[in-house]
Protein backbone atom coordinates (compact mmCIF):
# COMPACT_ATOMS: atom_id res chain seq x y z
CA UNK A 1 0.00 0.00 0.00
CA UNK A 2 2.74 2.48 1.10
CA UNK A 3 4.24 1.55 -2.24
CA UNK A 4 1.20 2.63 -4.21
CA UNK A 5 0.53 5.81 -2.24
CA UNK A 6 4.27 6.60 -3.09
CA UNK A 7 4.06 6.37 -7.18
CA UNK A 8 0.85 7.94 -7.18
CA UNK A 9 2.02 11.32 -4.55
CA UNK A 10 6.12 10.55 -6.74
CA UNK A 11 6.05 10.48 -9.93
CA UNK A 12 3.16 11.88 -12.69
CA UNK A 13 3.67 9.21 -15.47
CA UNK A 14 2.08 6.75 -12.28
CA UNK A 15 -1.00 8.81 -12.64
CA UNK A 16 -0.97 9.33 -16.52
CA UNK A 17 -0.18 5.62 -16.66
CA UNK A 18 3.06 6.14 -18.82
CA UNK A 19 5.91 4.80 -16.65
CA UNK A 20 5.98 1.19 -18.20
CA UNK A 21 6.72 3.01 -21.35
CA UNK A 22 10.44 3.67 -19.72
CA UNK A 23 10.43 1.36 -16.69
CA UNK A 24 12.13 -1.75 -18.25
CA UNK A 25 14.66 0.19 -19.99
CA UNK A 26 15.75 2.49 -17.48
CA UNK A 27 15.46 0.02 -14.39
CA UNK A 28 18.51 -0.67 -12.45
CA UNK A 29 19.71 -3.98 -13.96
CA UNK A 30 17.58 -4.59 -16.79
CA UNK A 31 17.50 -8.82 -17.64
CA UNK A 32 16.53 -10.31 -21.03
CA UNK A 33 13.03 -10.23 -20.58
CA UNK A 34 13.43 -6.68 -19.82
CA UNK A 35 13.96 -5.85 -23.36
CA UNK A 36 11.31 -7.35 -25.18
CA UNK A 37 8.64 -6.35 -22.44
CA UNK A 38 9.92 -2.50 -23.76
CA UNK A 39 9.25 -2.96 -27.00
CA UNK A 40 5.31 -3.84 -26.24
CA UNK A 41 2.12 -2.02 -27.21
CA UNK A 42 1.60 1.02 -25.95
CA UNK A 43 -2.31 -0.78 -24.61
CA UNK A 44 -0.02 -3.45 -22.74
CA UNK A 45 2.42 -0.70 -20.91
CA UNK A 46 -1.43 1.27 -19.67
CA UNK A 47 -2.80 -1.77 -18.52
CA UNK A 48 0.34 -2.82 -16.38
CA UNK A 49 0.49 0.71 -14.73
CA UNK A 50 -3.55 0.24 -14.04
CA UNK A 51 -2.77 -3.46 -12.93
CA UNK A 52 -0.11 -1.84 -10.43
CA UNK A 53 -2.05 0.23 -9.26
CA UNK A 54 -5.05 -1.67 -8.61
CA UNK A 55 -2.53 -4.61 -6.77
CA UNK A 56 -0.95 -2.15 -4.73
CA UNK A 57 -3.85 0.18 -3.80
CA UNK A 58 -6.58 -1.97 -3.24
CA UNK A 59 -5.97 -5.71 -3.08
CA UNK A 60 -4.37 -4.95 0.28
CA UNK A 61 -8.25 -4.10 1.74
CA UNK A 62 -8.63 -7.51 0.78
CA UNK A 63 -6.96 -8.87 3.85
CA UNK A 64 -9.59 -7.35 6.50
CA UNK A 65 -12.54 -8.79 3.81
CA UNK A 66 -13.21 -12.65 5.05
CA UNK A 67 -11.35 -15.86 4.14
CA UNK A 68 -11.91 -16.13 0.28
CA UNK A 69 -10.62 -12.56 0.12
CA UNK A 70 -7.68 -12.83 1.99
CA UNK A 71 -6.69 -15.90 -0.40
CA UNK A 72 -7.08 -14.24 -3.83
CA UNK A 73 -5.14 -11.52 -1.87
CA UNK A 74 -2.21 -13.78 -1.38
CA UNK A 75 -2.78 -15.31 -5.05
CA UNK A 76 -2.43 -11.76 -6.54
CA UNK A 77 0.81 -10.77 -4.71
CA UNK A 78 2.57 -13.50 -5.15
CA UNK A 79 1.82 -13.75 -9.01
CA UNK A 80 2.88 -10.05 -9.11
CA UNK A 81 6.36 -10.33 -7.66
CA UNK A 82 6.76 -13.50 -9.38
CA UNK A 83 6.37 -10.95 -12.61
CA UNK A 84 8.69 -8.85 -11.24
CA UNK A 85 11.03 -11.41 -10.98
CA UNK A 86 10.61 -11.93 -14.88
CA UNK A 87 11.22 -8.82 -15.65
CA UNK A 88 14.18 -7.39 -13.91
CA UNK A 89 17.02 -7.83 -11.44
CA UNK A 90 15.49 -6.31 -8.20
CA UNK A 91 17.77 -8.61 -6.23
CA UNK A 92 15.95 -10.42 -3.12
CA UNK A 93 13.13 -7.34 -2.37
CA UNK A 94 10.53 -9.16 -4.37
CA UNK A 95 11.26 -12.69 -3.35
CA UNK A 96 11.06 -11.21 0.63
CA UNK A 97 7.58 -9.53 -0.37
CA UNK A 98 6.44 -13.08 -1.23
CA UNK A 99 6.73 -14.29 2.14
CA UNK A 100 4.36 -12.47 4.21
CA UNK A 101 1.99 -13.76 1.66
CA UNK A 102 2.54 -16.77 2.61
CA UNK A 103 0.44 -16.27 5.80
CA UNK A 104 -3.17 -16.05 2.99
CA UNK A 105 -3.50 -19.76 3.25
CA UNK A 106 -4.66 -21.76 5.23
CA UNK A 107 -4.88 -25.17 5.98
CA UNK A 108 -8.39 -25.82 3.92
CA UNK A 109 -6.55 -23.36 0.66
CA UNK A 110 -3.30 -25.92 1.12
CA UNK A 111 -4.96 -29.45 1.41
CA UNK A 112 -5.02 -30.38 -2.14
CA UNK A 113 -0.69 -30.68 -1.65
CA UNK A 114 -1.05 -33.53 0.87
CA UNK A 115 -2.67 -36.92 0.24
CA UNK A 116 -6.01 -37.60 2.10
CA UNK A 117 -7.61 -41.05 2.69
CA UNK A 118 -9.01 -42.56 6.09
CA UNK A 119 -5.75 -42.77 8.29
CA UNK A 120 -3.69 -39.93 6.51
CA UNK A 121 -2.31 -36.83 8.40
CA UNK A 122 -4.90 -34.65 7.08
CA UNK A 123 -7.78 -36.82 7.78
CA UNK A 124 -5.95 -36.89 11.51
CA UNK A 125 -6.40 -32.60 11.73
CA UNK A 126 -9.87 -32.83 9.93
CA UNK A 127 -10.90 -35.12 13.23
CA UNK A 128 -9.50 -32.89 15.73
CA UNK A 129 -10.93 -29.96 14.40
CA UNK A 130 -14.34 -31.66 14.33
CA UNK A 131 -14.04 -32.77 17.43
CA UNK A 132 -13.01 -29.39 19.07
CA UNK A 133 -15.42 -27.42 16.84
CA UNK A 134 -17.53 -25.34 19.45
CA UNK A 135 -15.40 -26.27 21.93
CA UNK A 136 -14.07 -23.00 24.18
CA UNK A 137 -10.69 -24.47 26.25
CA UNK A 138 -10.73 -22.05 29.82
CA UNK A 139 -8.48 -20.03 29.06
CA UNK A 140 -5.01 -20.66 30.56
CA UNK A 141 -1.98 -17.84 31.85
CA UNK A 142 0.27 -18.73 29.10
CA UNK A 143 -2.43 -17.76 26.39
CA UNK A 144 -3.86 -14.62 28.41
CA UNK A 145 0.50 -13.51 28.42
CA UNK A 146 0.20 -13.67 24.56
CA UNK A 147 -3.26 -12.15 23.95
CA UNK A 148 -1.83 -8.95 25.94
CA UNK A 149 1.55 -9.10 24.32
CA UNK A 150 -0.21 -8.97 21.09
CA UNK A 151 -2.63 -6.04 21.96
CA UNK A 152 0.21 -3.97 23.37
CA UNK A 153 2.41 -4.72 19.81
CA UNK A 154 -0.82 -3.62 17.84
CA UNK A 155 -1.55 -0.74 20.02
CA UNK A 156 2.41 0.27 19.72
CA UNK A 157 2.32 -0.13 15.54
CA UNK A 158 -0.41 2.50 15.58
CA UNK A 159 1.39 4.57 17.58
CA UNK A 160 4.05 4.47 16.08
CA UNK A 161 2.06 4.78 12.48
CA UNK A 162 0.76 8.14 13.31
CA UNK A 163 3.48 10.01 11.80
CA UNK A 164 3.60 7.88 8.54
CA UNK A 165 0.09 8.32 7.77
CA UNK A 166 0.48 12.24 7.82
CA UNK A 167 3.25 12.19 5.86
CA UNK A 168 1.59 10.02 3.44
CA UNK A 169 -1.37 12.82 3.34
CA UNK A 170 0.79 15.61 3.37
CA UNK A 171 1.80 17.76 0.59
CA UNK A 172 5.58 17.78 1.16
CA UNK A 173 5.76 13.69 1.50
CA UNK A 174 9.17 12.57 2.43
CA UNK A 175 9.98 8.83 0.76
CA UNK A 176 11.96 5.88 1.80
CA UNK A 177 12.82 6.87 5.32
CA UNK A 178 11.62 5.98 8.90
CA UNK A 179 10.67 7.69 11.56
CA UNK A 180 11.82 6.28 14.99
CA UNK A 181 15.03 4.85 16.08
CA UNK A 182 13.58 1.45 16.24
CA UNK A 183 12.97 2.04 12.37
CA UNK A 184 9.76 0.16 12.68
CA UNK A 185 7.33 1.91 10.67
CA UNK A 186 8.80 3.86 7.62
CA UNK A 187 7.09 4.82 4.21
CA UNK A 188 9.22 2.58 2.06
CA UNK A 189 8.31 2.29 -1.70
CA UNK A 190 10.64 1.30 -4.60
CA UNK A 191 10.15 3.40 -7.62
CA UNK A 192 8.65 6.19 -6.48
CA UNK A 193 9.93 8.29 -9.34
CA UNK A 194 10.58 6.76 -12.76
CA UNK A 195 13.66 8.10 -14.96
CA UNK A 196 12.92 8.65 -18.68
CA UNK A 197 16.49 8.05 -19.89
CA UNK A 198 19.42 5.99 -18.65
CA UNK A 199 22.53 7.14 -18.71
CA UNK A 200 25.77 4.88 -17.80
CA UNK A 201 29.24 5.75 -16.34
CA UNK A 202 31.85 3.42 -18.23
CA UNK A 203 35.05 3.19 -17.02
CA UNK A 204 37.94 2.92 -19.34
CA UNK A 205 41.80 2.53 -19.19
CA UNK A 206 44.63 3.54 -21.30
CA UNK A 207 48.02 2.42 -20.86
CA UNK A 208 49.65 5.72 -23.33
CA UNK A 209 51.63 8.09 -21.31
CA UNK A 210 49.99 10.95 -22.66
CA UNK A 211 46.06 10.80 -22.11
CA UNK A 212 45.68 13.38 -24.37
CA UNK A 213 47.25 12.41 -27.24
CA UNK A 214 44.85 11.57 -30.24
CA UNK A 215 46.44 8.27 -30.37
CA UNK A 216 45.87 6.90 -26.97
CA UNK A 217 43.79 3.71 -27.00
CA UNK A 218 41.19 3.54 -24.19
CA UNK A 219 40.00 0.20 -22.99
CA UNK A 220 36.33 -0.69 -21.28
CA UNK A 221 36.25 -2.27 -18.17
CA UNK A 222 33.52 -4.97 -18.23
CA UNK A 223 31.26 -4.99 -15.44
CA UNK A 224 29.15 -8.14 -14.42
CA UNK A 225 25.71 -7.54 -15.05
CA UNK A 226 25.06 -3.38 -15.69
CA UNK A 227 24.97 -2.45 -19.27
CA UNK A 228 28.12 -1.70 -20.83
CA UNK A 229 29.17 -3.50 -24.21
CA UNK A 230 25.96 -2.72 -26.47
CA UNK A 231 26.39 -6.51 -27.81
CA UNK A 232 26.39 -8.17 -24.38
CA UNK A 233 22.98 -9.66 -23.64
CA UNK A 234 21.55 -8.19 -20.23
CA UNK A 235 22.44 -10.77 -17.28
CA UNK A 236 19.87 -12.63 -15.37
CA UNK A 237 20.86 -12.75 -11.35
CA UNK A 238 17.68 -12.94 -9.39
CA UNK A 239 17.77 -13.07 -6.16
CA UNK A 240 21.51 -12.40 -6.03
CA UNK A 241 22.86 -8.96 -6.22
CA UNK A 242 25.66 -7.25 -7.62
CA UNK A 243 26.19 -3.93 -5.41
CA UNK A 244 28.96 -2.34 -7.19
CA UNK A 245 26.47 -2.67 -10.42
CA UNK A 246 23.60 -1.03 -8.31
CA UNK A 247 25.63 1.75 -7.36
CA UNK A 248 26.98 2.82 -10.62
CA UNK A 249 23.27 3.56 -11.85
CA UNK A 250 22.88 5.75 -8.80
CA UNK A 251 26.02 7.26 -9.67
CA UNK A 252 25.14 8.08 -13.31
CA UNK A 253 22.39 10.12 -11.99
CA UNK A 254 24.50 12.44 -10.42
CA UNK A 255 28.44 13.64 -10.77
CA UNK A 256 31.69 12.28 -9.17
CA UNK A 257 31.70 15.26 -6.30
CA UNK A 258 28.30 13.54 -5.54
CA UNK A 259 30.03 10.27 -5.56
CA UNK A 260 33.71 10.32 -4.54
CA UNK A 261 33.85 6.62 -4.13
CA UNK A 262 33.86 5.78 -7.60
CA UNK A 263 37.20 7.72 -7.74
CA UNK A 264 38.48 5.88 -4.74
CA UNK A 265 37.66 2.73 -7.49
CA UNK A 266 39.48 4.10 -10.19
CA UNK A 267 42.91 4.52 -8.07
CA UNK A 268 42.13 0.70 -7.29
CA UNK A 269 42.04 0.00 -11.22
CA UNK A 270 45.42 1.85 -11.94
CA UNK A 271 46.68 0.00 -8.98
CA UNK A 272 45.10 -3.40 -10.59
CA UNK A 273 43.99 -3.93 -6.84
CA UNK A 274 43.19 -7.51 -7.06
CA UNK A 275 39.97 -7.27 -5.10
CA UNK A 276 38.65 -4.06 -6.97
CA UNK A 277 39.24 -6.46 -10.10
CA UNK A 278 37.29 -9.75 -8.54
CA UNK A 279 34.14 -7.22 -8.75
CA UNK A 280 34.35 -6.85 -12.94
CA UNK A 281 33.38 -9.61 -15.15
CA UNK A 282 36.72 -7.84 -17.82
CA UNK A 283 39.70 -6.15 -17.16
CA UNK A 284 41.26 -5.46 -19.93
CA UNK A 285 44.69 -5.14 -18.87
CA UNK A 286 44.79 -8.60 -17.66
CA UNK A 287 48.19 -10.16 -18.11
CA UNK A 288 49.58 -6.56 -18.94
CA UNK A 289 51.16 -3.77 -16.70
CA UNK A 290 48.20 -1.84 -15.03
CA UNK A 291 46.83 1.37 -16.96
CA UNK A 292 48.63 4.58 -16.79
CA UNK A 293 45.16 7.06 -16.56
CA UNK A 294 41.83 5.72 -15.80
CA UNK A 295 38.95 7.80 -16.75
CA UNK A 296 35.21 8.16 -16.68
CA UNK A 297 32.64 8.64 -19.54
CA UNK A 298 29.37 9.38 -19.74
CA UNK A 299 27.11 7.37 -22.13
CA UNK A 300 23.27 7.45 -22.79
CA UNK A 301 21.71 4.24 -23.17
CA UNK A 302 18.62 2.92 -25.02
CA UNK A 303 17.56 -0.60 -26.04
CA UNK A 304 17.97 -1.07 -29.81
CA UNK A 305 14.58 -1.81 -31.79
CA UNK A 306 14.31 -5.39 -32.76
CA UNK A 307 14.66 -6.12 -36.26
CA UNK A 308 16.21 -2.67 -36.87
CA UNK A 309 19.92 -2.39 -37.94
CA UNK A 310 21.25 -2.23 -34.32
CA UNK A 311 19.89 -5.84 -33.75
CA UNK A 312 20.90 -6.97 -37.16
CA UNK A 313 24.36 -6.05 -35.85
CA UNK A 314 23.95 -7.87 -32.72
CA UNK A 315 23.58 -4.98 -29.94
CA UNK A 316 20.86 -5.07 -27.55
CA UNK A 317 21.46 -1.51 -26.83
CA UNK A 318 22.24 1.65 -28.64
CA UNK A 319 24.80 4.30 -26.91
CA UNK A 320 25.69 7.73 -27.62
CA UNK A 321 28.41 9.65 -25.94
CA UNK A 322 27.22 12.55 -23.25
CA UNK A 323 30.60 13.80 -22.46
CA UNK A 324 33.32 13.18 -19.14
CA UNK A 325 32.07 11.84 -16.34
CA UNK A 326 35.62 12.62 -14.66
CA UNK A 327 38.69 13.40 -16.19
CA UNK A 328 41.72 11.22 -17.00
CA UNK A 329 43.43 10.44 -13.58
CA UNK A 330 46.91 9.06 -12.69
CA UNK A 331 47.92 7.12 -9.29
CA UNK A 332 50.53 10.28 -8.86
CA UNK A 333 46.99 12.93 -9.05
CA UNK A 334 45.13 10.39 -7.02
CA UNK A 335 47.93 10.62 -4.02
CA UNK A 336 46.72 13.90 -2.27
CA UNK A 337 42.91 13.35 -2.90
CA UNK A 338 43.24 9.83 -1.37
CA UNK A 339 45.40 11.32 1.85
CA UNK A 340 42.74 14.36 2.32
CA UNK A 341 40.25 11.76 2.95
CA UNK A 342 41.96 8.89 4.52
CA UNK A 343 41.71 6.54 2.59
CA UNK A 344 44.25 3.34 2.33
CA UNK A 345 47.17 3.76 -0.89
CA UNK A 346 46.50 1.05 -3.22
CA UNK A 347 49.45 -0.42 -4.78
CA UNK A 348 52.60 1.92 -5.35
CA UNK A 349 50.47 4.72 -4.31
Given at each position: LLGGLIKIRGDRCWRDLTCMDFHYETQPVPNPAAY????????????????????????????????????????????????????????????LTMVPSLACFDDATLGFLFPSGPGSLKDRVLQMQRDIRGARPKPRFGSVVRHAANVSL?????????????????????????????HIVNTYGAFGSITKE?????????????????????????????????????????????????????????????????????????????????????????????????RGEHYRYKFSRPGGRHAAEGKWWVRKRIGAYFPPLSLEELRPYFRDRGWPLPGPL
Open positions: YLHHSPWWFHRFETLSNHFIELLVPFFLFLGRRACVIHGVLQILFQAVLIISGNLSFLNWGVLLAWLSVPVVLNLLSSRQVMNTHFNSLRAEVILQGTASSNASAPDAVWEDYEFKCKPGDPSRRPCLISPYHYRLDWLMWFAAFQTYEHNDWIIHLAGKLLASDAEALSLLAHNPFAGRPPPRWV
